[in-house]
């Protein structure tokens, strides 16, 4: 019998026949269709999501969407996002500054009334679950071109040691050798001068002056009043020996870019009452500073842009939750802005090299390990692409109590186009630690976002080739890196690039939630100004695409150091480890708070038990989430316990 094809079989044949023909007229415009259907359908499947994961858009309602600069998952569950201004001139001269709180749970949103420009400001979780957020914005960078008025830094010299004077905003000075003068843009309190004498007579030998610094720019508008070397400035208003004992002295005033400045504000967001609390200001103005948790339940802030827009010159200060307050630590330690300084077991701290960028080349860009208590600082050797280090990521890797970190990607010191695809790697338990290098990425990547998953393994996401995504170079590809084995494998692909102003979230359910990204220019040729990414992407990780996963049903919310917890739990018999996971407050891909601590696990009847170490620089005082992880390294949902 002759065959006859079946009507489905030449519905078939005309359908290709139609789309080979289409393809003769349309071919790339269609090569690209199918291409992107072909790719949808994949990454749907089951098999795929399970070996790859797989990425979803948060679906934000318009009245929420904000420049996400700062995230932090709170003890509640929900995230705290903060754009402050959001690097927008516009919404910082309207005085509008946003946050936004989100419930992952019921994916619920609520705007937060927001009292300062936090945009750039420093955060750590507290001992109680409250956040501190400190700095922030006070004046927005004006680039070389937009400034008219020829500015700077001006030291004011106080040589009286019975007094200190202070001088209001809108204070003259007048060069001795220029004959320009300049005016003051704020108020400014002079200590008294300190009376130096001879260790061995005690003979009186010479009055230190007392030093204010202060912004000034000239009256009138134009090149001809810039200066173009140091003079010293008498000062308009002083009367009687003040006008002996007090002057300025200023470096090169002139047209050229002035930074950011920062604010001294700092605030305790309360995650029951969800609001922010005023707390005491610090005593400098900080600008992209670092907060870092210390053994003893204070947090150490370091360095930043003041409110002049000049490096903060070391002058470290600790706040102390119980008071409310801020105290100098009494010592001198320069880093450049958002350095990457860790809590290390024996309470002393590292310092990895990573930072954001601002402050000189050469100073305190050395990694190494620093007793506060001593100002001792012990560089640690080996570290490859020691130029590259901007903007790089640093992680604690599991567990934390082998104290071996990872320090992924980076770029060169301001705009450069240079990158890094290093990741390097350091155990500082051994005897004389030294950096050396780990599975490397692709590319070079600024930027890169990185996650601890409770099966402690690290999501590493996003970034960008070049300075903030220049040229189209953001790296959309997301890896899974395994400690143990020190590998990256690559799995499924981000729909978003993440560059600048970007970051990464665990949340308790074991998804990881990634946002903003604060492009230069928005196409490749660099002629299209870049517009910030306000969509979130939620990775499930593959772990999510197995089925079944253990549950902790039942047990306390509070665990002592040392002490040891029962918790009922399903499929109790398949677990394997158990970890407390610190929550993280990210910004500028710096997260010290993150951490995952192992903790000591036996079986009971129907359940489990765990012991927590008794270091308290190990498990810092605060909440946690309680992670289970069964045979096939499939984790729980994690459940929050607080350490005291």
């Known amino acids: 019998m002759k065959y006859r094809p079946s009507r489905r079989t030449r519905r078939m044949a005309i359908s290709t026949a139609v789309v080979l023909a289409l393809a003769g ?32 858009f948060l679906d934000v309602p318009s009245e929420f969407r904000i420049n996400t600069i700062h995230a932090a998952l709170l003890h509640t569950g929900k995230v705290l996002l903060v754009a402050g201004s959001g690097n927008n001139q516009k919404n910082f001269d309207a005085k509008s500054f946003r946050s936004v709180l989100w419930d992952p749970e019921t994916d619920a949103y609520r705007n937060i009334p927001t009292p300062k420009d936090m945009f750039c400001a420093g955060h750590t979780q507290l001992p109680d679950g409250r956040l501190l957020i400190a700095g922030g914005t006070r004046r927005y ?52 001068a300190t009376k130096v004498f001879d260790r061995n007579t005690g003979a009186f030998l010479r009055n230190d002056p007392g030093l204010g610094r202060i912004y000034v720019e000239a009256r009138q508008s134009g090149a001809k009043y810039e200066t173009g070397t140091e003079d010293n400035y008498r000062i308009a208003g002083l009367s009687g020996s003040d006008t002996r004992n007090v002057y300025g002295i200023a470096q090169k005033l002139a047209l050229d870019k002035k930074d950011f ?35 003893d339940g204070r947090v150490l802030a ?106 992924i990607g980076g770029g060169g010191v301001g705009e450069s186009d240079r990158s890094s695809a290093k990741s390097r790697l350091v155990d500082l338990s051994d005897a004389e630690p030294e950096f050396k290098d780990g599975a490397s990425l692709d590319e070079g990547t600024r930027y890169p976002s990185a996650s601890l998953l409770p099966d402690d393994s690290l999501l590493v996401t996003g970034g960008s080739d070049d300075y903030r995504g220049r040229g189209g170079s953001d790296v959309l590809q997301a890896r899974l890196y395994d400690g143990k084995s020190d590998t990256y494998t690559r799995v499924a692909d981000p729909a978003v690039g993440r560059n600048y102003h970007s970051g990464s979230v665990l949340l308790p359910d074991g998804r990881v939630m990634i946002f903003g990204s604060d492009s230069l220019y928005s196409d490749k040729a660099n002629t299209r100004p870049g517009v910030f990414e306000q969509r ?67 079986r009971t009847d129907g359940g ?30 994690g459940m929050w316990v607080e350490v005291p």
Do not use: C
């Open 25 to 56: 007229a349309n071919g790339p415009w269609l090569y690209r269709f199918s291409t992107e259907r072909y790719h949808a359908y994949k990454i749907n499947q089951p098999e795929y999501k399970a070996a790859n994961g797989h990425w979803d």
């Open 261 to 295: 400045q920062g604010i001294r504000e700092a605030y305790e967001f309360d995650p029951v009452a969800e609001k922010y609390i005023t707390v005491d200001p610090m005593n400098e103005a900080r600008w992209y500073p670092t907060l870092t948790t210390l053994k």
């Open 608 to 637: 489990i038990s765990v012991t927590v170490p008794e270091n308290r620089a190990l498990v810092p005082s605060g909440w946690y989430m309680l992670f289970v992880t069964d045979d096939r390294g499939t984790p729980s949902e």
């Open 536 to 602: 979130i992407e939620i990775y499930t990780p593959p772990y999510l695409y197995r089925g079944s996963r253990p549950e902790l049903t039942a047990g306390p919310k509070r665990i002592e150091r040392g002490g040891t917890a029962v918790f009922t739990a399903n499929r109790a018999s398949s677990v394997r480890s158990a970890k407390l996971m610190r929550p993280s407050a990210v910004t500028h891909v710096t997260d010290t708070d993150q951490r995952s601590v192992a903790l000591g696990l036996k």
């Open 141 to 192: 960078e004006k680039l070389q071109g937009d400034v008219t008025k020829a500015g700077g830094l001006m030291i004011v010299h106080n040589e009286d040691p019975d007094k200190p004077v202070t001088l209001p905003a809108g204070t003259r000075f007048t060069g001795k050798e220029n004959g320009r003068t300049f005016v003051s843009k704020d108020p400014v309190l002079v200590e008294k």
């Open 302 to 407: 370091l360095s930043g842009l003041d409110e002049l827009g000049q490096i903060v010159p070391g002058k470290d200060e600790i706040y102390d939750p119980a008071t409310r307050k801020w105290e100098y630590t009494g010592i001198v330690r320069k880093f450049p802005t958002y350095p990457a300084v860790f809590l290390l077991n024996d309470g002393k701290l590292f310092y990895s090299g990573s930072n954001a960028g601002y402050g000189p080349a050469t100073v305190g860009r050395a990694p190494g390990v620093w007793d506060l208590a001593t100002n001792r600082f012990t560089r640690i050797p080996g570290l490859s692409d020691p130029d590259k280090m901007e903007t790089s990521a640093t992680v604690r890797l599991p567990p934390a109590q082998d104290e071996r970190f990872m320090v």
